[in-house]
């Protein structure tokens, strides 16, 4: 078969078949009276195979090797391939990202695109005082997208830099908290505190609602951060999570401020103390938990909580029984407007 029979049957040119013929990775069998290349049924299956494992990524050397010589063996060229391929995919991933994120940021000219990149190469620098300055200082007029705020928030591990990104995203608007919402669903825990903690920044229902669906955390950290935020919104269904966070720590004193204030509500008033009083009852023997307990009872609106410090007044606990004498004594010299809230 001629070179152009051949080409057009193999999809492969005649011009790449004469430099496989060159290279002498497919020479013709034979040649026709005339000089011309004549292929065998040979010819075309090793055709076919250079073809194969061109699409591999093979160069055209590997490929002579891997066809000519008995003893080399593929397991490590396709491990290495596998490698190379992998860091071109991670590149392309990082431009299709940049991309996206230049588009978002809807530039009018190159100028903001430029000035734009600057930010981005700001965010991917490994100093972590150069990341915040990128987020706190951004290129005049660059509008950053919420997106890009959002990935940037969910990965990053400096707490600075972190706080200076919940700052700059509570302040892009837009599709903010739909963005950082993805990160609820890690399995990564930490990437998890990190997206309850900007959510915990940005208004709106959105926010809200993945507020709420993160009080049923399997972490009690992400738990404890999303009944603050939710605590701070007048949402009641954070007041188990609060009054656990009293009873647990850290941010006891946080949440006994934020029970205090849902406690106004007379429809909640009797729940919550109902709460911390059995609380107490089941902390008998841990001094500790019982004077944070004692010491949200202080933040009870009005005189709701006096008869319950008058009794710890008495308690076993010489330390939780100081406290709750020192609370009564400061609730009864409360002003009688004060104390009449309810």
Partial sequence: MLIGEVAR???????????????GLVRPTGRTVGGYREY?????????????????GLSLSQIGRALDDAGFTPSALVGDLIRKTEERLNRERELLERLRAVDAAEPFGWQDVLRLIELLHGLDSQSAARRQQAVLAPAED?????????????TESDPNVAGALRWALARAGGDGAVSVASGMGSEDVDVRRRAVLALA?????????????????A?????????????ARGVTLAV??????????????EAAELLGTLARDANWADRIMGALVDELTAHTADSAVRIRLTQALAEMPGTIALDTLRQLARDDDRAVALLASALVAMLEERPDDELGQT
């Fill in 201 to 217: 920044e940005l208004p709106g229902d959105e926010a809200t609602a993945v507020l709420t669906d993160a009080l049923g955390d």
């Fill in 142 to 154: 660059v509008s950053v997208p919420a997106e890009l705020l959002a990935e940037a928030v969910l």
């Fill in 240 to 253: 188990p999570e609060l009054v656990a966070t009293v009873v647990e720590g850290p941010n006891d004193v």
């Fill in 40 to 56: 065998s049924p040979e010819d075309i299956r090793r055709i076919f195979h250079v073809e194969g494992l061109r699409s591999l």
């Fill in 9 to 23: 049957r193999s999809g492969v040119s005649a011009r790449m078949l004469r430099h496989y013929d060159s290279l």
């Fill in 219 to 231: 972490d009690a950290t992400v738990r404890r951060h999303a009944a603050l935020a939710l605590g």
